[in-house]
C-alpha cells in the first residue's frame, strides 16, 4: 500500500470514528407519539419552586415577643425584671436584667445580622469553643452561656449570664433556642 493510500485511509478511519463519536454524543430529539398528529402548543411543566422564607425586618421585629419573660425566667430558673428592647437595622435585641438583689441573672436575645457577627466575633476573633447544635434551625452553635442557630437567613442569639457553671445551662439555653426558632420560622411565614 502506497503511503498517500495509507494517509488517506487514516484520514478516513479518523473522519468516521469523529463523526461517529458526534453522533453518539447528540441528544436524542423525543418523537410525538404516531397519534399526535398536529397538536399544537405543547403545555411545558416547570419544577415546582420551594419559596425561601422572607427575611425579617429586625428594625420594626420587637425580640421580647421571640422569647417571653416567663419563658426567659423559666430557661434561667431565676426571676428576671421588666425587659429592655432596642431595635436597629442590624438586630433586634431584648435583655430580660436579673432582680437587683440577686441571684446574678440577665438574659438577652438578638435577631438579625448582628446576631451572626456576635458568632463571626466569638469563634473566629475570640477563638471560642463551640459545639454544633444537630436539629436546632437550619444550623446552630453553643458555647458556655450562649448559643446561636440560623432560620432561614435569620440569625438568633440567646445569651445566659450567670455566676452558676455553665454546664447546668447547656439544655436550658438549647430549649430557649427552640422556641425562638419556632417563632421566628412563624414570622417568616
Given at each position: 500500500?502506497?503511503?498517500a493510500?495509507l494517509i488517506?485511509a ?7 470514528l469523529?463523526?461517529?463519536?458526534c ?44 422569647l417571653?419573660?416567663e ?21 433586634a435585641?431584648?435583655?430580660?436584667p436579673?432582680?437587683?438583689?440577686g ?6 436575645i438578638?435577631?438579625g ?9 466569638d ?6 469553643v ?9 444550623e ?5 452561656g ?8 435569620d ?9 452558676d ?10 430549649s ?14
Open positions: 500500500m502506497s503511503t493510500r488517506g487514516s484520514v478516513a478511519v479518523a473522519a468516521a469523529l463523526l461517529g463519536g453522533a453518539a454524543s447528540a441528544p436524542e430529539t423525543p418523537e410525538l407519539p404516531a397519534d399526535a398528529g398536529d397538536a399544537g402548543e405543547v403545555e411545558v411543566t416547570a419544577e415546582p419552586t420551594i419559596a425561601a422564607p422572607k427575611t425579617l425586618d429586625v428594625a420594626s421585629l420587637d425580640a421580647c415577643t421571640i417571653t419573660k419563658e426567659a425566667e423559666t430557661a434561667i430558673g431565676t426571676a428576671l425584671t421588666e425587659p429592655l428592647s432596642a431595635s436597629t437595622a442590624d438586630a435585641a431584648c435583655t430580660y436579673g432582680d437587683p438583689n441571684p446574678t441573672a440577665q438574659v438577652a438578638f435577631v445580622p448582628g446576631a451572626k457577627q456576635q458568632l463571626d466575633i469563634k473566629d476573633t475570640l477563638e471560642h463551640f459545639v454544633e447544635v444537630p436539629g436546632l434551625g437550619d446552630a452553635w453553643q458555647q458556655d450562649m448559643i446561636f442557630a440560623r432560620s432561614g437567613n440569625w438568633l442569639s440567646i445569651q445566659f449570664v450567670s455566676l457553671d455553665p454546664a447546668v445551662f447547656v439544655e436550658p439555653l438549647r430557649a433556642m427552640a422556641v425562638a426558632v419556632d417563632r421566628v420560622r412563624g414570622l417568616q411565614g
